[in-house]
């Protein structure tokens, strides 16, 4: 293995980092956003696609799913989980990685904490360095896997899946390496469910997992792995991002260990894609300040970031009908005309009478885009919004950087709130508090296997 590789360099730290090494602010953190991520899996179970998604995954095995009932063979586990925390897209995502690294990352730790009964701040580690790692590593293609056409999550996350995986089953820095290298031939994410809203999003992070696990594998087992694995010349930069692109492969370990990535994931605060916050922020803004309905509305424009028009403006036509639920979470014109009519946007918005409701669309209609040359995406998920009523005002709001974001993000309170609401979806108050304890006494939970217990949300 080649010493000054990205892939040796991520494993040496990976092999030396402690729980003690991690700053206070950086723990509490990590606790909320596995808060949220459990919160976001019991909100799932109740989706036509958890249902699908547990009939394909039904190994019997010891892993634990969240929110559901049954056990499960560790692979797929891990594939199950990912799905539940991802499937409704309300999960987190760091801007400049353009990835939700929380839904690989956590499945990955938990299977391996929750079978070889590590602690829970075994499985706290395990998942800051599978989010360190794929945030780093998607950082490092300057938003060049979207413009190929591959989603980050599923692509990236398995590298920091691999990592942590690796050191959590006791993997030496040499491993650690060549898990990453082995997991480059393996790891994959297509856009193309963006024309027809296609579930295979939703596969991507505990496709990332799964793909992990086997990579570890093989890699403890003394397979063979590319060392160069992202910089090389058919590496991961240049095999899957467009030719020319500005691409900084170091940026993967830049900062690894001193800078916590983790600080600058962004909670979600609306369940659909996160370059449309910013505008669902400011088209409520306006609506609810000038107590405005549909009717009032002549015409909005969005200011967006050019590199997110392909993502939820474009196609324009498909955008104003969404077919589904997914559909509509990648749909400006949808989100700002149910922004603008509900003066909110949740879950409620994207129940299947909420997709055809006339009033929404009515106004999605009447949303155009402009490209905004003044913003700092990918830094920020910005965005403006020109509202012109059809008494001739014009009305503008704009948010320079989206709530949730490192410099705006959302409190302990809002976090638990959030959780809350989507745990009781599907069960009890009294089981939902339940499950908030564990996670946030998981730091010192002696063995991770009895906090996985609890996230089942079963009685027993």
């Not at 300057?142 to 056409?149: L, T």
């Not at 106004?363 to 700092?376: I, N």
Request: some cysteine; hydrophobic content about 45%.
């Amino acid at each position: 293995m080649t010493q000054d590789s990205i892939a040796a360099r991520i494993g040496t730290w990976a092999s030396d980092v402690q729980w003690s090494d991690v700053p206070t602010n950086v723990r509490e953190r990590a606790a909320l956003h596995v808060l949220d991520c459990i919160g976001l899996a019991f909100a799932s179970t109740r989706d036509e696609f958890a249902t699908v998604a547990a009939s394909a995954t039904a190994t019997p095995g010891n892993a634990g799913v969240i929110g559901m009932p049954q056990r499960l063979e560790t692979a797929q586990a891990a594939l199950l989980n990912g799905i539940l925390v991802h499937g409704l897209d309300y999960d987190d995502t760091h801007p400049s990685g353009v990835i939700h690294a929380s839904a690989s990352a956590l499945p990955a730790a938990m299977v391996i904490a929750e079978r070889d009964h590590l602690s829970g701040s075994d499985l706290l580690l395990g998942y800051l360095m599978a989010v360190e790692v794929s945030a780093r590593v998607g950082a490092g293609a300057n938003s060049g896997f979207h413009a190929k056409g591959f989603h980050p999550t599923g692509l990236v996350g398995a590298f920091g899946s691999a990592v942590a995986i690796a050191r959590l089953n006791g993997g030496d820095a040499a491993t650690i390496a060549a898990a990453q290298g082995i997991v480059g031939s393996l790891a994959a994410g297509s856009l193309q469910f963006l024309d027809t809203g296609a579930w295979t999003k939703r596969m991507h992070p505990g496709w990332a997992a799964l793909t992990a696990l086997n990579s570890v594998n093989f890699a403890q087992a003394g397979w063979q792995s590319p060392p160069d694995v992202y910089e090389g010349r058919f590496g991961l930069y240049a095999a899957h991002t467009p030719d020319g692109h500005a691409v900084d492969p170091e940026r993967a370990v830049r900062g690894l260990g001193d800078d916590w990535e983790l600080l600058r994931v962004a909670i979600k605060p609306f369940p659909a894609c996160h370059f449309t916050h910013a505008f669902a922020d400011a088209t409520i803004a306006l609506v609810t300040e000038n107590n405005l309905t549909g009717d009032d509305i002549a015409e909005i424009v969005c200011l967006v970031p050019e590199q997110i028009i392909p993502v939820v403006c474009e196609p324009a036509a498909a955008k104003l009908t969404p077919k589904s639920d997914y559909d509509a979470k990648f749909s400006l014109p949808f989100v700002v005309g149910a922004s603008a009519t509900k003066h909110r946007f949740g879950l409620a918005e994207l129940l299947p009478d909420a997709l055809v409701d006339r009033g929404t669309l009515a106004v999605a209609e009447r949303v155009r885009y402009e490209v905004d040359l003044t913003g700092t995406f990918p830094q920020h998920f910005c965005g403006e919004v020109i509202l012109r009523t059809t008494d001739g005002r014009e009305l503008r709001h704009r948010e320079a950087i989206n709530r949730g974001a490192e410099e705006r993000p959302l409190s302990k309170d809002d976090i638990e709130a959030k959780f809350l609401e989507n745990v009781e979806l599907v069960t009890t108050r009294a089981t939902a508090e339940r499950v908030l304890n564990s996670v946030l006494g998981l730091a010192d939970t002696k063995d991770a296997a009895d906090a996985v217990n609890v996230w089942r949300g079963q009685d027993s």
